[in-house]
């Protein structure tokens, strides 16, 4: 659900702030042109991202779930000229799309779009002996939310960021018995993150364009 004052809100601040681009105006109209559904971030939440991983200075990023590239293209202009961001997606279509959208941005020399199932991509990339990243952003299935975050544990520095989308999802995320697998992906991650020795973390409730849904971040205080 979306109260309309959010939304209004959101556009407030954007037109404020986060001015029109081409290039990512562009990549949400050819997503919705491709028919991909509208559950990119929202763009003020985009600058955020864009923002922490200048924040950290981050020279290498991990993306789960690219949909049509829009987090992709606000995090690959985060970095250096010699970074990387590696983005994991198993829709063809959708990876069709971001590559498109990704390289209209000018960015397919920085970003490694890699098609399959995130949890077999993430066991590639461990053993390819990629890594460490500078920061990680969990945005796909819900359900394997858990996994995603155990691997990419694995496959963070110390200091580096980890951010998890949607651990609200419009409050469901308060149904301890909710049988949505998305739900009790999200409390199950909630749960660990809480007990994860390695990391500090917080989670934040977040309104506007996109509904009522939350942000977990977690910076991860002792890894390789
Ligand atoms: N991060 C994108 C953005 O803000 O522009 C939005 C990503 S969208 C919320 C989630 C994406 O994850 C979808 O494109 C979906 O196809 C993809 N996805 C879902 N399950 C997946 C899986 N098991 N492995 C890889 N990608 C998956």
Redesign the pocket.
């Known amino acids: 659900m979306s109260d309309p004052i959010w939304s209004k809100i959101d556009h407030y601040f954007d037109a404020l702030l986060v001015p029109a681009d081409p290039a990512l105006d562009a990549a949400i109209e050819a997503s919705a042109a491709a028919g991909l559904p509208s559950?990119?971030?929202a763009p003020n939440q985009?600058k955020l991202l864009n923002l922490l991983a200048r924040i950290l200075g981050a020279r290498t990023i991990l993306?789960?779930?690219?949909?049509?590239?829009?987090?992709?293209i606000w995090l690959a202009r985060a970095l250096p000229p010699d970074g990387r961001l590696v983005t994991?997606?198993?829709?063809p279509k959708?990876a069709e799309v971001a590559r498109s959208n990704i390289a209209r941005a000018g960015l397919a020399d920085v970003v490694e779009l890699r098609i399959?199932?995130?949890?077999d991509s993430l066991a590639q990339l461990i053993g390819e002996g990629r890594g460490p990243f500078d920061l990680i952003?969990i945005?796909?299935?819900k359900e394997?939310i858990p996994a995603y975050f155990s691997l990419a544990l694995q496959l963070s520095r110390q200091g580096g960021l980890i951010i998890v989308?949607n651990v609200v999802r419009d409050g469901a995320v308060l149904d301890e018995n909710s049988p949505d697998p998305a739900i009790r992906g999200i409390r199950q991650f909630n749960t660990m993150l809480a007990a994860e020795p390695r990391v500090s973390a917080t989670a934040i409730q977040t309104v506007g364009v996109k509904g009522h849904d939350g942000l977990a971040i977690a910076l991860v205080t002792d890894g390789p």
């Open positions: 559950i990119a971030v985009g993306e789960i779930g690219t949909l049509g590239g829009y987090s992709a994991l997606e198993y829709d959708h399959g199932a995130a949890l952003f945005d796909a299935d394997n989308d």
